[in-house]
């Protein structure tokens, strides 16, 4: 039965119908204890954390910056080279490059030949001759590319202006380096080059031997006892092409060896 209100509704009088309750289902689910603390991580650190544990942490950072992800990962320290927190001045580190100082004044010679190595000296004396004319090549260029004529270099004698042991005359140039040998010592070619002469001087040089070593270089030995090359041979350095003595104008036994540049005498300390 219903009834009808000042405002025109009908209204229910009979008892009202009971409601069905509805009965909540649970499901009983296996607790996760890192269930809360993934869901709390977001999905780029999970796998900067997962690279790291991983032990490629370089690789894993190299291939999320080609994807354009900027990660913060601590990772170990695997290469020869870990990062700074400021890259820039490590780049700028890297590409400054020290001043070096020089006065006003100083010299700065380009025309030193070209690096060469050591294990052919040969070589090396060639890049020096045909680099540069002979005539103006400074001791700093040329000191050590010619080899000791001797095994043991002792001077007797130097090279320049000083008495002459024979004459007593003050004055006398010596045009060469007067070294310590017995007669019979093996005489060296102080580099590869060819005889263009081997006999006997005229000027008190005894028996006498001249290498040419080309671009006016030349090296002779003189006063020996004996030789055993000839004209328009083609020696090596260090061949043994003489015997020391004491031939021509000498006072004992001993090695005169002078150095010729574009035929001048000059001190050959400057090349040994």
């Known amino acids: 039965m219903t009834t009808q209100n000042t405002r025109g509704r009908r209204r229910a009088s009979g008892p009202t119908a009971e409601l069905r309750s509805t009965s909540a289902v649970e499901h009983e689910r296996p607790r996760d204890p890192h ?3 993934r869901r709390r991580k977001g999905p780029l650190r999970q796998m900067a954390e997962f690279a790291a544990a991983s032990g490629a942490g370089q690789k894993a950072g190299v291939a999320l910056a080609t994807t ?31 001043e070096i100082p020089a006065a006003a ?3 700065i010679d380009f025309s030193r030949a070209a690096v060469s190595t050591t294990a052919d ?13 002979v ?26 202006y000083r008495v002459n042991p024979i004459t007593g005359g003050l004055g006398e140039f010596h045009r060469g380096q007067d070294f310590v040998a017995q007669c019979g010592t093996q005489v060296h070619a102080a580099a590869a080059g060819k005889v263009t002469f081997a006999g006997w001087h005229p000027y008190g040089g005894g028996n006498r031997i001249v290498v040419d070593h080309g671009n006016g270089l030349e090296t002779t030995y003189n006063h020996l006892s004996s030789f055993n090359v000839q004209v328009g041979q083609t020696v090596g350095r260090g061949d043994v092409i003489a015997l020391s003595g004491t031939t ?25």
């Open 35 to 37: 269930r809360e603390l």
């Open 105 to 107: 004044s100083a010299t």
């Open 248 to 272: 021509g104008a000498s006072t004992g036994c001993h090695l005169h060896f002078e150095v010729m540049v574009n035929g001048d005498v000059v001190d050959p300390l400057g090349w040994l």
């Open 68 to 98: 354009g992800l900027i990660l913060t990962v601590a990772m170990p320290g695997t290469g020869a080279m870990t990062a700074t927190a400021d890259s820039s001045q490590a780049a700028s580190a890297v590409g400054t490059q020290p």
């Open 121 to 133: 000296p040969d070589s090396k004396l060639k890049q020096l001759l045909s680099a540069q004319s």
């Open 135 to 160: 005539g103006t090549i400074k001791t700093s260029s040329s000191k050590g590319t010619l080899g000791a004529p001797l095994d043991t270099l002792t001077t007797a004698s130097p090279f320049g």
